[in-house]
């Protein structure tokens, strides 16, 4: 089946640091998502991108909607100790009404 | 409710039992999604029922596991005979009818022993 593959895997970074993560994808997706899990709860949306090239924030977030459909960022600027967590990209398969597709997660440690 | 709510938060369980685990989805949400998530993976994908159609049982990693949603409503997880395999969090998320921004609930840890 579709695989998103999402790195980096972990990162620690200094508070007031920016940072970037990413998933690509040997295959199109029509939807790009990215989750944020906070410890012992079920992963909240942050930000849904819906075209080809679409570039969209919420706060200090901001993430991308790769050209060719097989990729997606996302960067977090000024990081703050909440941001810790682990972050889940997610995309819908072209395929008609399918379930989110999701990588392994990137776990963010912010060091104050 | 507000959210979707899941229950037990936690269960352990010894090797061989069957297991239950529950899924109260958003009010109105026809769509609702399992997912299990083990220790530093992903969220795989299980299974998904969108209003009264047959659900997609295609994630399913054997027949030792089970779903069903009752009058379009609460859902019902069953692992048959568990192993130990079967330990992680499962997840359940509930959506409008197409909509791909998903709601999760807190997750069930469930622990084989």
């Known amino acids: 089946g579709q695989q998103l593959n999402q790195s980096p895997q972990s990162m620690f970074i200094q508070e007031g640091e920016d940072v970037s993560m990413n998933c690509t994808s040997s295959?199109?997706?029509?939807?790009w998502l990215w989750y944020k899990q906070d410890p012992g709860e079920g992963p909240v949306l942050l930000i849904a991108?819906?075209?080809?090239?679409e570039l969209t924030s919420n706060g200090r977030l901001t993430a991308q909607f790769g050209i060719t459909r097989k990729d997606s960022f996302l960067n977090i600027s000024a990081s703050i100790p909440s941001d810790v967590g682990i972050y889940f990209c997610?995309?819908?398969?072209?395929?008609?009404?399918?379930?989110?597709?999701f990588g392994k997660g990137t776990r963010l440690s912010v060091i104050a | 409710g507000a959210g979707v709510s899941q229950s037990p938060s936690n269960k352990v369980t010894e090797k061989g039992k069957d297991v239950e685990l529950r899924c109260d989805p958003i009010?109105?949400?026809?769509?609702l999604y399992w997912y299990r998530q083990s220790l530093g993976q992903g969220l795989e994908f299980l299974i998904y029922?969108?209003?009264?159609?047959?659900?997609?049982k295609s994630g399913l990693p054997s027949d030792r596991f089970s779903a069903e949603r009752t009058g379009g409503s609460v859902s019902t997880l069953t692992i048959q005979r568990t192993q130990q395999e079967d330990s992680a969090v499962y997840l359940c998320?509930?959506?409008?009818?197409?909509?791909?921004?998903?709601?999760f609930g807190s997750g069930t840890r469930l622990t084989v022993v």
């Open positions: 998320a509930s959506s409008l009818e197409g909509g791909n921004g998903y709601t």
């Open positions: 295959s199109i997706f029509n939807t």
């Open positions: 991108l819906y075209k080809a090239g």
């Open positions: 997610a995309g819908q398969p072209t395929l008609g009404n399918t379930p989110l597709v």
């Open positions: 009010s109105g949400h026809t769509a």
């Open positions: 029922f969108q209003g009264n159609s047959a659900p997609d």
